[in-house]
């Protein structure tokens, strides 16, 4: 049974950091896309950040990029999303997800969500 799960959410206020954690289990990801999208209330999920499991390969959304790093620890199946310089508008649950494919990262599999709050 595939499982991502979230962890490291919480608030945060504005200017902070927070890092949140991604644990992959279940099945082999080596030839996956991890990535996090997110959502704010009333608003639609939107993408965040993406990383090929093994590879180089990043994209992030004009939003987040110079603020936000996605990077991987191979030996712990564990993504990671470091969120530097954090404004009000960031507030949102963000989620875990794995794809078969980069661009567009999409959602083969989905973690359960964790929530960033950040206070102005």
């Known amino acids: 049974q595939v499982q991502l799960v979230e962890s490291g959410g919480g608030l945060v206020q504005a200017g902070g950091s927070l890092r949140l954690s991604c644990a992959a289990s279940?099945?082999?990801?080596?030839?996956?896309?991890m990535g996090w999208f997110r959502q704010a209330p009333g608003k639609e999920r939107e993408f965040v950040a993406a990383k090929m499991w093994s590879g180089l390969s990043t994209y992030y959304a004009d939003s987040v990029k110079g603020r936000f790093t996605i990077s991987r620890d191979n030996a712990k199946n564990t993504v990671y999303l470091q969120m530097n310089s954090l404004k009000p508008e960031d507030t949102a649950v963000y989620y875990c997800?794995?794809?078969?494919?980069?661009?567009?990262?999409?959602?083969?599999?989905w973690g359960q969500g964790t929530q960033v709050t950040v206070s102005s």
């Open positions: 279940g099945r082999t990801f080596s030839n996956y896309a």
């Open positions: 997800a794995a794809s078969l494919v980069l661009r567009p990262f999409g959602g083969d599999y």
